[in-house]
Structure formats: C-alpha cells, structure tokens
C-alpha cells in the first residue's frame, strides 16, 4: 500500500489561528489563511467567512454528549488523528456493548462513531456511524446520507448541533437493528467462490471507480481463498466484504490511516450498491475480460 506523503500524528491539541493574506507588494488580498500556532505551519487559504472549529472544543463537547447520552468514559474507547499536517482531524470512537446481531452467519457488530475537523476546507465538521466487527474489529461504514451530520465551516457555527448529531446517529444505529439491514442483506446474496473472485477483479485498477489495486485485491482474494474465521466460511457478499476489511484493518501502519479510510468506505459502498441492485451484483459477478493478471489461490 502506498504511504501518505506526511506522517499521521495524535498530537490533536494544537490552536489554529485565521490571518490575512498579502500580496506580493505587501496589500491585503482579501483572503485569509488559517495557521497553526504551534508549528507555524500555513494550513490553508480560506475566505474571511470561514470558522474555525478547534479541537479543543470539538472532542470535549463529544465526550460530553456522550455522557448526556448515558455513554460513560468506560463504555467506549477513543482514538484521535491527525493527518496533512494538521489539516485534517479524525475522532474514533468504539463501543462494542452496542450490537447488531447477524444471525444469518452468527455474526456481530459493534457501533463505532467518527467524528471529522479540518482546516483547510476538505471536509465539514461531521458525525457519522461506522461498524465494528466484534470477532476481529475489522471496521466498515453505512454510507447511508441519513447516518450522519455535518456542518460547514462558518463564523455562524455552533456546536450545540453535537447532541442533535449524536442523537441522529443513535436513532440511525437503532434502525440497523431491523431484519432487513443493509448488512443482512449482504449476508442473503449468495456467491459462489469464483463469482467472488470476479467481484474483486472488477473493483480493481486505477480509477476512481475501482477501489482496489492489485496489490489489494491479491491480498483480500488469498483471505477470500482461505477464510480466517469460521463465521467467514459461507460464499455470500457479507463475508466478500469481511475479506476486505480483514485485510484492511489489519494494515497497523497509522500513516496509511486515510487510505485505508477511503478505500474500506468505497468497497463497503460498491458492495451494499450491489445487494440493492440485482443487476448491479450479475454485472459485477461475470468474469472481466483481463490480461495479464493472476488471482490469487490456495
């Protein structure tokens, strides 16, 4: 897997302050630039409407809707990044006392919640639901617009939107619980071991409608080939999936952080669009005309 250019760092309490932008000739451009203060670092050109959300007041406020909720420091676990220099932040957080019972492959999966900040305009202040499956913590997300909150950066902004989100959140986990969740629905669309194999080939190469690269679908195809967990042993979209993020999660390397983000949301997206849509998973499931390329077996 390819590096991030910077490395990832959990040093998340740092102040960022918005200055003025000059021209060569040492005017006022009329833009701003937003800066950390403890490094230095420019982060970002941004117009003077733009609002800065610290993390210093981001995560406190976090923990505390966790804890109007009834969530205490004991019921979760909590990991913070930061990545690009500051740029962007990434709040984590685990809870496997809240579960979804998959009885179709004997399966659970605990809440995970990811609250996003950054500096430079990228991504909005946002709440959203992830999963945790509990048998190896490999990690996915809904993807569902519903299943989250976010604000756009504005010197409007206010944070008590927090609570709200959370409560969003919590009621979007509840309805997961229903039988007929988009993972169960995984877990019904049966596949066969080499329909399987041509799903991982179809969401390979190098555009941005394929996920994977070789490197990747290789190494999920050998977990595929020889499933690690005996809950993984049935040929369906759900354990397809698993491979995935089995492979995925297990990168340890916290540098890949935002890779393995993005590339774990797009394969879970492709996947839930597939069991959606029939036409969708037959397209997926035919063997792609490729050359050159070995799957990998036992």
């Not at 990747?216 to 595929?224: F, N, V």
């Not at 492709?270 to 035919?286: F, I, P, S, Y």
Request: proline letters at 3%; aromatic letters at 8%.
């Amino acid at each position: 897997m390819a590096r991030n250019a910077t490395p990832i760092s959990t040093d998340w309490d740092y102040n960022v302050v918005m200055e003025d932008l000059f021209t060569a000739d040492g005017k006022k451009s009329g833009f701003k630039c937003t800066r950390r203060t403890d490094t230095g670092k420019v982060l970002n050109p941004v117009t003077k409407d733009y609002g800065i959300v610290q993390n210093s007041d981001l995560f406190p406020r976090v923990r505390d809707a966790f804890q109007s909720h009834g969530w205490g420091e004991n019921d979760y676990s909590e990991d913070i990044y930061v990545a690009r220099d500051g740029r962007r932040v990434y709040g984590r957080y685990d809870f496997k006392n809240e579960v979804i019972k998959l009885p179709q492959v004997g399966d659970e999966l605990g809440l995970r919640l990811t609250v996003n900040n950054s500096f430079d305009r990228t991504c909005k202040v946002s709440f959203s639901v992830g999963m945790l499956r509990l048998v190896c913590t490999n990690g996915m997300t809904t993807l569902e617009k519903e299943f989250s909150m976010q604000r756009k950066h504005s010197n409007k902004l206010d944070l008590n939107f927090i609570q709200d989100a959370l409560e969003n959140a919590v009621n979007a986990w509840d309805s997961l619980k229903k039988d007929n969740n988009p993972f169960s629905r995984m877990a019904d669309a049966k596949i066969s071991q080499e329909e399987g194999l041509n799903i991982l080939l179809n969401m390979t190469g190098n555009t941005g409608k394929k996920p994977l690269s070789e490197v990747q679908r290789e190494a999920i195809a050998q977990i595929w080939n020889g499933p690690t967990y005996k809950e993984d042993e049935q040929r369906n979209v759900w354990n397809l999936l698993n491979a995935s993020t089995q492979y995925l999660s297990n990168d340890t390397d916290v540098n890949r952080f935002e890779m393995v983000e993005r590339v774990t949301a797009s394969v879970t997206s492709r996947l839930m669009d597939a069991t959606r849509n029939q036409g969708v998973l037959a397209k997926l499931k035919e063997a792609p005309e490729v050359e050159g390329v070995v799957v990998a077996n036992n």
